[in-house]
């Protein structure tokens, strides 16, 4: 079973290229700063209606960005054809994908986290006593948005169109978790916040689903 | 090199056919390699060279058809010959240096004592003194070394080398050549495919012509060994 040494192996990879570099981390949370920022000098909403509305155009952005740090995902690996070296390396190419996930996975978090207090003051909402449930709702929705996101670059790395196709399969794929992320973030933005626990739970089913799905096809996505 | 770690090795082609799409890159392609021998692949650009060593590395599924390595088939997913495999592009990572690309894919392949043995492939295909530099600061050349000082890492006892002197310029060649022989002579089973009469083909000891997907010549003997290389560049 070389499957987890060989994912922790890439992940360690992926980790260490994207902080050397700071490429993607540093464009995707400017690129969300300027979403939020111009939503707020839009809408130039209340404390009430950033309770309404906050959560949507947090998802919305988390969304858009994680559409625009997953472009690179299979792309890097293009360039000097490194993807068939990995392939030709792991006895199991679902480490590949695994390690992708999870870097992918992390950056968006690490984004989140990076945003959520700028996000937080900028449309004055407490989150100090929700942050918990706040990480649980956005670790469910951000792996989600990572597993669907992860299988269509390897698709859309080898299309023609890549740039446009990746996020014209990806955002109504995760509609579902749009949604449901963004009522589970609303409860927990409320003046009496509470937690939504069908919501948390279709988030977690979703992952198991897609994240199954993906340890069975995965390996063809990768093929040439 | 150092001393080999492995059992000579044949591959069997068997009726090999690869379609993309609506073209048909391979067409019946059946041949065999025997152990320790060093096959040149000539042909035209979309001949199916490289589809073919794609397809001995196990990249690609050909279409109908079936690949052996010596006794143990291709679809066997114990089998233990894993091919190492060079191309013109360097399948190494410009962002890492080169001990990190040769660590990392050390690793994956679990090789044993990662660290000696890329510490060893390093001082082997001379770049020790520039271990700790990023690819990307490299010439084509050095890339080159990487490649296959990766390729050579778990020790293969077959290696596939597709236009490796691509971008190389003479000195380059001549080091290229001369790690090939060391290679041949270390009884590796070697394919590769190269684009005309080179310092690089005269050292295959079977020369094999590819044409529309097809093998139009097959030769092991010098006089038509030459002519089967310098047609296909014609």
């Not at chain 1, 449901?180 to 009496?192: G, H, I, M, P, Y």
């Not at chain 2, 009726?15 to 060093?38: F, M, Q």
């Not at chain 2, 043995?117 to 770049?127: H, I, K, S, T």
Request: with cysteine; proline share 5%; glycine share 6%.
């Amino acid at each position: 079973m070389s499957l987890f040494p060989n994912a922790l192996v890439l992940l360690g990879k992926e980790l260490r290229t994207e902080f050397r570099s700071r490429e993607l981390l540093t464009t995707t949370v400017v690129f969300i700063l300027i979403v939020m920022f111009m939503f707020s000098i839009t809408f130039q909403p209340t404390s009430d209606e950033s309770r309404q509305i906050g959560p949507g155009l947090l998802w919305l952005a988390f969304l858009f960005a994680a559409s625009l740090m997953l472009q690179h995902c299979f792309l890097r690996e293009q360039h000097n054809d490194t993807l068939s070296a990995l392939r030709l390396s792991v006895s199991d190419p679902f480490a590949i994908l695994l390690a992708k996930l999870a870097a992918n996975t992390l950056f968006l978090l690490l984004t989140e986290l990076f945003l959520l207090p700028i996000f937080a003051l900028m449309y004055n909402v407490s989150v100090v006593r929700v942050v918990h449930w706040l990480a649980l709702a956005f670790f469910l929705g951000s792996l989600g948005i990572s597993i669907v996101g992860t299988a269509l670059s390897a698709i859309s790395a080898q299309a023609r169109m890549r740039e446009l196709l990746l996020p014209v399969l990806m955002l109504p794929l995760l509609t579902p978790i749009l949604i449901v992320s963004t009522e589970v973030t609303k409860a927990l933005f409320d003046r009496a916040p509470y937690v939504r626990w069908q919501g948390i739970g279709f988030l977690a089913v979703f992952d198991v689903v897609f994240l199954t799905a993906l340890w069975l096809f995965g390996e063809y996505l990768l093929e040439e | 090199m150092t001393p080999p770690a492995f059992s000579p090795v044949a591959l069997r082609f068997e009726n090999i056919d690869k379609r993309y799409g609506g073209l048909l890159a391979l067409r019946g392609v059946s041949l065999t390699v025997a152990p320790g021998e060093c096959a040149v692949f000539a042909g035209r650009n979309g001949s199916g060279k490289t589809t073919l060593l794609r397809i001995a590395a196990r990249l690609v599924r050909p279409s109908r058809g079936s690949l052996s390595f010596s006794n143990s088939s291709c679809d066997d997913e114990k089998s233990p010959v894993r091919p190492g495999f060079v191309a013109h592009a360097t399948m190494v990572y410009d962002e890492l240096t080169a001990e990190e690309n040769l660590l990392l894919f050390a690793r994956l392949q679990t090789v044993s004592r990662p660290e000696r043995r890329v510490e060893a492939l390093l001082e082997e295909v001379g770049l020790s003194d520039r271990r700790a530099s990023l690819v990307g600061t490299f010439s084509r050349g050095m890339r080159q070394r990487v490649a296959i000082a990766r390729a050579l890492l778990h020790e293969p006892a077959v290696l596939l080398l597709d236009e490796p002197a691509t971008g190389l310029d003479p000195p380059g060649v001549a080091w290229l050549a001369e790690a090939i022989r060391r290679l041949r002579d270390s009884g590796r089973t070697i394919l590769m495919s190269l684009h005309g009469e080179s310092e690089i083909s005269s050292l295959g000891t079977r020369a094999i012509r590819l044409d529309a997907g097809s093998v139009v010549a097959d030769t092991r003997t010098g006089a038509t060994f030459r002519s089967v290389l310098t047609f296909a560049d014609a």
